[in-house]
Structure formats: structure tokens, C-alpha cells
């Protein structure tokens, strides 16, 4: 594959003279983890998945870690990967998802990290479009079975040379190619694994992100970039080797995949992974892990608030809750810090060989600190509160820049805007993306590097911003971007919709849901169930599928005819205000 990343070379002299590029790669990391900590627990994987009243767990010390990295390295080799090649895995978060992308910085090529909610209609433009070499998936999660589909669309990929199941009992199985066999002490092993490392500018991930396109975006991401915003990120939260981090968002986003998988080895620290969300096996888990910190998005933080209040079972080890995906709700952050932070005599951190104590807080002997953050899939968290600051900033503003982060607010003529108007938000950070894989024309970054994030935001004298709407017309449920255009595309191929529109319905849980508003062709009419059926037909993400449906006799519109979605938004949130919907 040729990586056309063309905002890499611009910035790189001055990103590498400021010291914002540190030009090593997780080669280098996960080699001096070994060198240091042979012996340190690195990763715990804990498998909810199956409904087990014992959950599989698998862990692995650093050398064990690179061990097994080495064999599936081999193995992929063996498979025909080089460098540049295209891996793309769709695995929860389960350690194999860990190890493959160790193994692929082993050889050089790059992972293409995919959502386990994906089906056809999305795996088969992203797989087309990134040319993926090979596919992992698992064979079956949450009761769907990933090599079926694959199979199904293995016709339409001529890029797509093999097929390897996790959990399969054929010979395409994880097991049998990849993480069975002793690769690692084959003759030829060592060339394979010195020959063709890559180096820090050579892009390392290719992951997908929604867009207003029509298409989805492919990311490409160097270890320079990922690693500029990961040590920054770590460093303003006190981040460190005696840490423990529990990751239970998805490793197919930017979330778990740069601050899961990659700053835990960074740190010398320790991860634990949790396949499946359910809060009650969280708490379990960070009280028996001395888990320190995580990061997810709103929904998870009030469920585990939540859960904690009911089950009265304490986390007292939970240092950093960090909240990012949606603005957080500021009842729920001053709830939250109250339920996670605890008595007096729980205070210290049982996996920590100094103690470890906690911040001291009006709440008791430990406090639980909730930060608010920002970013995007191509840069990384941009932005995030500080430890010191007052909590009431997690409620009301989505946090100041990182260090080598600038950010600026502007009009629609490009002026700059006065303090706390809302306007379009620039960023130019040195973790910027090096840019959509095959659409340059779409970078949205000018010749100064400024990158325009479609999102609109306010910032205040102190320069923290609060986004304060999207520019782009996407929604997001529960962190997850919903593409609304490609629902919406699908939506106007129904026999019984004159127009559509797709808009946020405001929701406690997961910060927004999709609404449909229809307006039916005459003498027709639709029900949700009837737009549901049709929409998985389409083979459509059933996290993509509208939960609510509004029918009208006619669209808000300009008077050229363009639907005012604004005032949608507005008739949707006066409708579930008085309980219409």
C-alpha cells in the first residue's frame, strides 16, 4: 500500500527541534520494557463475552508480551505481510488485539483497527478502500459470527489475500497460524523481525472515521504523531509506571487504542481490558486489579456511579476517571466524584509499592478525579483539564490545550472571534493525522497547518473551550459517530419516504440517540419497526439505526429548499421536553 500522508513532511524539522517527536516507534518502548520489567505484570485480558460466571482471563509479563508479539509476527510473515501491508483486525478487546498490533510494528505494516459493530455495508468499503491484505475477526461475539460475514465479502476484496478467525476450529484460526506455533524459534525468525522495522515517520495505524462525505475517512497516523499526544497526555495526568489502566472502551477507537494498547507499554505501566461493558464486572475488576485510571465516554462514568451507589462496593484505587466523546453533564460529574471518592481507611493502592495514596479530598481519605477532554480521531485528545482544577471546569468546559497544541476560534470569514463567541474551532497540533488515506482534498488543513475540525466551540479568557456544536452533521451516541448522511442516503431509498432527515435526540445515558424525521410520500406512511427492518437489510450498523421516528406533513426548509436541521433539532427537544416522543 502507498501511503499518500502528505502533512507529515511540512512539520516534521520543527515538531522534531521543539521535542514534540520523540522519532522512536513501540519497538522501542516494548524493548525497554523487557530490558526494565521482564518480569512486570503487562497486560491482564479479562473476556466477559460468553456470559461465564468465571470470565476468561489471560495475562502476560513484558517477556512474555514480546514473545508472544514475536511469534505472531513470524506467523504473519509466514501469511505473506511486509511492510506497508494492510492488517486490518476486528476484535474486541481481547488480547490478541494487543499483541497483533505489536506483531504488525514487528514487520512494519500497518494495522487498520475496525469496530466490532461494523457489517457489510461498512467492512466492505473500508476494506476495499485501506486494500487490506488480511482480515482478523473473531469467529463469534455477542452472537454474531464475524467469519461468516466475511466470508460473505471476501468475493468482493481483491486485496484480501487470507482470512484468520479468533476462536475458530479451522485451519484459518488465530490459534493454528498465528499464536500456536513456536514461530519465534525458526531459523529464519530473527531477520524476519529485525529486517523490516519501521521507522517513526512510516504511518503505523489506518483507522476510519465518519465523515459529512458520504464515505467514511481513512486516518493514517505515524508513531510520531500518536506518541506527541500520549506523552503530553500522560504527563498532565500524572501518569506513571506504577499505574494501572483499565480499558474497557473499544481498542478499534483512537480512546483505547492510543491510551489501552500504546501508553501503558510508553509507561512501563500496566492494562487490563474488559471486552464487554457491564459495570458491575468493572468495579470487580478495578478493585481486584488496582485499576488507577480510565477513560471512556459519559455513559460508561454513570453507570459505574451508578453502580458503585447501589452495590456499595468502593473503588478506592480509581484515581482519574477521564470523560471524553460528549460534553459531561454537570449534575452527573458532581454526583460521580461523590460516589467514587471514599472513607477514610481506604486510602491506598494495594498494587503500588509505595502505597500509592490517593488525592486527599473534602469527601473523604481518596478523591476520584472526573477530567473533562476533547479531540478527534485525528489528533488525539487536543484537550483536557488540569488535575488542580476546580472540578466545576469538568463541568463547563472541555479543558485546555495539551502542550504543542494550538487552538483558535474563528468566523466563517476565517477571523479570528473574540473571547466566548462561538465559532469554528482550528487546531494545529503536532499530533495532528498525516492526513485521509487516497483524499487529500479532504484534509482540511491550510498551508500554516491549521486543521478545521468541523466542530464549532467558545473559549474563554483562560483559553479553555466548551464545544458548542458540530459543524459537521453528525451525531454521537454513547461516543460512537453516527454518520448521519449514509443513514440518511439509505433512508431516501425507501419506497415510502418523500424526505428525511436524521437528527440527535437528546438521552441521560449515552448523551444522544438518531431520530428520523419523515416526511411519507402521499398516501404512504412508516413505522419505526418498518424503517428498523429496512434499514439491517441494508446491512447497516444497528448502532446507526434511528431509535425514534417523527413523521410531519413537511420539512423546516430555506426557500431554496434546504432542510433547516437546526430547527428540527429544535421541534425534536421541545417534543421530548412535553413527553410527545
Known amino acids: 500500500m502507498d501511503f499518500d500522508a502528505v502533512l507529515l513532511p511540512p512539520r516534521r524539522a520543527a515538531s522534531v527541534a521543539q521535542g514534540f517527536w520523540f522519532d522512536r516507534t513501540i519497538n522501542d518502548d516494548l ?6 520489567y521482564p518480569d512486570k ?3 491482564t485480558a479479562i473476556q466477559v463475552e460468553g456470559g461465564a460466571a468465571a470470565p476468561t482471563t489471560t495475562c502476560f509479563t513484558y517477556r512474555e508480551l514480546a514473545a508472544m508479539a514475536d511469534r505472531v509476527a513470524v506467523g504473519l510473515a509466514r501469511l505473506g505481510v511486509s511492510r506497508n501491508d494492510v492488517v486490518a483486525m476486528q476484535l474486541p478487546n481481547w488480547w490478541q488485539f494487543t499483541v497483533t498490533y505489536l506483531a504488525c510494528s514487528r514487520l512494519g ?3 487498520n483497527p475496525l469496530m466490532h459493530i461494523f457489517r457489510e455495508r461498512e467492512l466492505g468499503f473500508m476494506l476495499k478502500h485501506g486494500g487490506a491484505k488480511l ?5 463469534t461475539f455477542r452472537g454474531f459470527d464475524y467469519e461468516q460475514m466475511l466470508e460473505g465479502l471476501k468475493p468482493t476484496l481483491p486485496d484480501l489475500q487470507q482470512l484468520v478467525v479468533v476462536g475458530g476450529s479451522g485451519a484459518n484460526s488465530y490459534e493454528a497460524l498465528l499464536s500456536g506455533p513456536a514461530w519465534e524459534n525458526e531459523p529464519d525468525a530473527r531477520d524476519i523481525l529485525t529486517r523490516s522495522r519501521p521507522g517513526p515517520d512510516d504511518i503505523t495505524q489506518l483507522i476510519y472515521t465518519s465523515g459529512t462525505t458520504g464515505e467514511p475517512k481513512g486516518v493514517m497516523h505515524s508513531a510520531n504523531t500518536v506518541m506527541a499526544n500520549i506523552v503530553p497526555y500522560a504527563e498532565r495526568l500524572r501518569l506513571g509506571a506504577d499505574d494501572v489502566v483499565l480499558m474497557a472502551s473499544p481498542m478499534a ?7 489501552g494498547l500504546m501508553m501503558p507499554i510508553m509507561l512501563r505501566a500496566s492494562a487490563v481490558l474488559q471486552d464487554i461493558w457491564e459495570p458491575k464486572k468493572a468495579v470487580e475488576v478495578i478493585r481486584a486489579e488496582g485499576a488507577s485510571f480510565t477513560m471512556a465516554s459519559t455513559p460508561f462514568l454513570n453507570d459505574l456511579a451508578r453502580t458503585v451507589a447501589e452495590t456499595g462496593q468502593a473503588v478506592p484505587t480509581l484515581r482519574t476517571f477521564l470523560c471524553a466523546g460528549a460534553p459531561i453533564p454537570g449534575p452527573l460529574v458532581e ?3 461523590s460516589v467514587l471518592s471514599g472513607s477514610p481507611g481506604r486510602s491506598q493502592d494495594p498494587r503500588s509499592p509505595s502505597g500509592g495514596e490517593h488525592p486527599q479530598g473534602a469527601q473523604g481519605a481518596y478523591a476520584t478525579k472526573i477530567v473533562s477532554a476533547w479531540g478527534m480521531t485525528e489528533n488525539g485528545a487536543v484537550t483536557l483539564i488540569e488535575l488542580d482544577d ?10 485546555c490545550p495539551l502542550p504543542g497544541v494550538d487552538l483558535k476560534v474563528v468566523g466563517d470569514d476565517g477571523a479570528e472571534l473574540p473571547r466566548g463567541q462561538s465559532g469554528k474551532l482550528l487546531v494545529r497540533s503536532v499530533s495532528n493525522f498525516g492526513g485521509y488515506l487516497h483524499r487529500p482534498q479532504w484534509n482540511n488543513t491550510d498551508a500554516d497547518g491549521w486543521f478545521d475540525t468541523g466542530d464549532l466551540a467558545t473559549m474563554n479568557e483562560a483559553g479553555y473551550i466548551r464545544i458548542s456544536g458540530r459543524s459537521k452533521d453528525v451525531i454521537i451516541r454513547g461516543g460512537e459517530n453516527i454518520p448521519v448522511f449514509e443513514v440518511e442516503a439509505l433512508l431516501y431509498k425507501h419506497p415510502g419516504v418523500a424526505q428525511v432527515a436524521v437528527v440527535a435526540v437528546p438521552d441521560e445515558r449515552l448523551g444522544e440517540r438518531a431520530c428520523a424525521v419523515v416526511v411519507p410520500k402521499a398516501d404512504q406512511t412508516l413505522t419505526l419497526a418498518e424503517l428498523v427492518d429496512f434499514l439491517k437489510a441494508q446491512k447497516v450498523a444497528l448502532q446507526y439505526i434511528p431509535e425514534r421516528l417523527i413523521l410531519r406533513e413537511a420539512m423546516p426548509s430555506t426557500p431554496s429548499g434546504k432542510i433547516q436541521k437546526f430547527k428540527l433539532r429544535e421541534i425534536v427537544r421541545e417534543m421530548v421536553a412535553s413527553g410527545q416522543i
Open 41 to 43: 505484570r503487562a497486560l
Open 109 to 111: 505494516a500497518v494495522l
Open 390 to 399: 476546580d472540578d466545576r471546569l469538568a463541568a463547563t468546559t472541555d479543558g
Open 135 to 139: 482480515m482478523i475477526v473473531p469467529k
Open 31 to 36: 524493548d525497554a520494557c523487557v530490558a526494565a
Open 335 to 337: 454526583q460521580a466524584r
Open 253 to 259: 477507537h483512537q480512546t483505547g487504542f492510543m491510551y
